[in-house]
């Protein structure tokens, strides 16, 4: 019996021990290793940015960037708002953090007290904005005393007040309409204006229910496209900026991503931005065209690579006669011109206006070395 009984505590022993080896095999037995190893694989939480853009095509890479997941860290949430300003009085309530929109912007901003920053310029018009007459007006000087359809506080304005001067023709003389581009197409078809500024594809629906409406400028001439005064940016709030600096760098991110997506995939990425917001894919590739390219008639979408030698934070020239550093000249041009029109009581320099950190970390992270501004 004592035998056995050894044989039998030594089997016992031997059978424990070899569990024992098998279970340090598997993993650790240490709680604390354990709870680690539970830690790690616990998904990490994501940070929630709220987006707003109007329905237009060239701020549609944001859903590139959410459908595909370009940057997995973020959890877009992206809002259709048609009213730029409507945006803008969100940012300040703290209940929007980024905005796409043009990108004149900033000097009322600075302004009003509205806290609200540039980050960057995405895209120069290149013939997708025209100013357009009826048929019945023959020169720009038949515009005196006429109504002329813009969008006031936009580009359009600008553009629009910058065209009637080099024709001889002053702001004051003249009666500006706000309107959104859909109802200045029924203005027009209407006869309720004499004129109007119109982007793609609205201009050319215009042209094909007006027979003989007139195209008098367009921002693909060359004296309009060295001036990149057409052109689109991203906003961001400033209470965001400040509170949120590695989400807005993140989104900051996620942005340029979709661009270079979509530069590779046009095809599905205009298909995607169709879909999102209601447009026909032929009227997409009217403004962003079909292989990824600049595209004249439409839009020159930058590369993040392009916008970081705009805004001067990366050095490199760029094509078609725009500068390195241009941001600055631009601020320039349209803050001159907010206070012809009585939006800005005063000159602001554009350092209180834009702020360049989450472009700065977007592209050092991409391998660009950033150059002092």
């Not at 905005?99 to 995405?122: C, F, H, M, Q, R």
């Not at 012809?340 to 206006?353: L, N």
């Not at 050092?364 to 150059?371: L, S």
Request: hydrophobic share 45%; proline share 5%.
């Amino acid at each position: 019996m004592k035998t056995n009984l050894k044989h039998f505590l030594a089997r016992s022993l031997f059978l424990l021990a070899s569990l024992f080896a098998l279970a340090a095999c598997n993993g650790s037995s240490d709680p604390a290793e354990t709870a680690a190893s539970d830690k790690g694989s616990a998904p990490v939480e994501k940070e929630k940015v709220s987006v707003s853009l109007f329905s237009w095509p060239g701020y549609g890479f944001w859903f590139i960037a959410q459908e595909k997941n370009l940057v997995p860290g973020l959890e877009l949430d992206i809002k259709i708002i048609e009213d730029p300003y409507e945006s803008f009085g969100l940012m300040k309530a703290g209940q929007l953090d980024v905005t796409s929109s043009t990108v004149e912007y900033g000097p009322i901003a600075v302004d009003k007290n509205v806290p609200v920053k540039l980050v960057t310029y995405t895209n120069p018009s290149y013939g997708t904005d025209k100013i357009i007459l009826r048929p019945d007006i023959a020169t720009p000087k038949d515009l005196v005393g006429k109504k002329i359809a813009v969008l006031e506080g936009g580009l359009t304005q600008i553009f629009m007040g910058i065209w009637l001067e080099q024709n001889g023709v002053g702001i004051d003389q003249v009666e500006f309409v706000n309107v959104i581009m859909d109802e200045a197409v029924g203005a027009m078809l209407g006869s309720d204006v004499a004129a109007a500024e119109f982007w793609e594809p609205f201009g050319s629906k215009l042209l094909d229910g007006m027979p003989g409406a007139k195209v008098m400028a367009e921002s693909s001439d060359k004296k309009w496209i060295e001036t990149a005064l057409l052109g689109d940016g991203m906003y961001m709030a400033s209470s965001f900026l400040k509170e949120r600096p590695e989400a807005s760098a993140l989104a900051m991110e996620a942005y340029w991503a979709a661009v270079d997506w979509w530069k590779q995939n046009p095809e599905e990425g205009n298909a995607i931005i169709a879909r999102a917001i209601q447009f026909d894919v032929s009227d997409v590739e009217k403004v962003i065209g079909k292989d990824g390219s600049i595209h004249k008639g439409g839009i020159w979408v930058f590369s993040q690579e392009e916008a970081g030698r705009f805004m001067g934070l990366i050095p490199g020239d760029l094509p078609l006669g725009l500068t390195n550093g241009q941001i600055k000249a631009h601020w320039k041009t349209t803050n001159d011109w907010w206070i012809k029109f009585g939006q800005a009581s005063k000159s602001h320099s554009w350092e209180k206006g834009i702020v360049t950190a989450p472009l700065k970390t977007s592209l050092e992270k991409a391998g660009y070395e950033v150059v002092a501004e």
